[in-house]
């Protein structure tokens, strides 16, 4: 095995609980709460006035990999029910810097997968059993859809891709998903 800047890993398993996001064995948690996702939502007013609020909007439990080069990192990422003036809670949002594929796999809950290429959004509907794909070049943001349960999905990324968050504040996401009674609908980002 030559030609590799570091060595990859040797094999191993990871078991990990659905109805839990416990990963098995656990490498980074990370937990995000409204002051994270500062200049997110559309209502900026709601959001200072929550900013301070120790409620987890959602949290992300990784794998030992690595996020390097050639490896294939994998993350839990649990996302709560609730919203903030109508949107809906969901991820930060962010494009990979090094353009390459991600694939999410629906856990448990139900939610959507967001993504914008700058010009056109495109909405994924997930569940339990559905892989939504990301293509190079998408920037991606996840959404809880239901209003009691949390949504929970399995990412499975490039080491290499990288996380670019400020280009979904420079860009936008195309569209922002927001309660519409019993469902929800999406509007423009602006709107
Ligand atoms: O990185 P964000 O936008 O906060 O979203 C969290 C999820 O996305 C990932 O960055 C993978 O795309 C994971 O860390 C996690 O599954
Ligand atoms: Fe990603």
Redesign the pocket.
């Known amino acids: 095995m030559s030609g590799y800047a570091t060595p990859p890993l040797r094999p191993f398993q990871i078991t990990f609980d659905a109805a839990t996001a416990v990963v098995d064995p656990a490498g980074p948690v ?1 937990t ?1 709460r409204m002051a994270d996702l500062e200049g997110l939502f559309r209502d900026q007013r709601a959001w200072q006035e929550l900013r301070g609020s120790e409620k987890v909007v ?1 949290s ?1 439990h ?1 794998s030992p990999v690595p996020e390097t080069p050639r490896e294939l ?1 994998q ?3 649990t996302i709560s029910p609730g919203e903030l003036s109508g949107e809906l809670f969901m ?4 494009q ?1 810097p090094d353009p390459q594929g ?1 694939i ?1 796999l629906g856990l448990t809950g139900t939610g959507g997968l967001l993504l914008f290429d700058g010009a056109e959004h495109a909405w994924l509907d997930m569940s339990p059993g559905t892989i939504g794909y ?1 293509p190079p070049g998408w920037a ?3 959404v809880n859809v239901s209003a009691d349960e949390p949504y929970r ?3 499975v ?1 490039p080491g290499s ?1 990288g ?1 670019d ?1 400020q280009w ?1 504040l420079d860009h936008g996401m195309g569209a922002r998903a927001v309660r519409l009674g019993d469902a929800f609908e999406l509007v423009p980002y602006g709107g």
Not at 91 to 94: E, M, N, P, V
């Open positions: 990370l995000r959602y992300v990784s990192p993350s839990i990422t991820t930060k949002g962010h990979h991600e999410y990301i991606h943001r996840s999905f399995l990412a990324y891709a996380h968050y979904v």
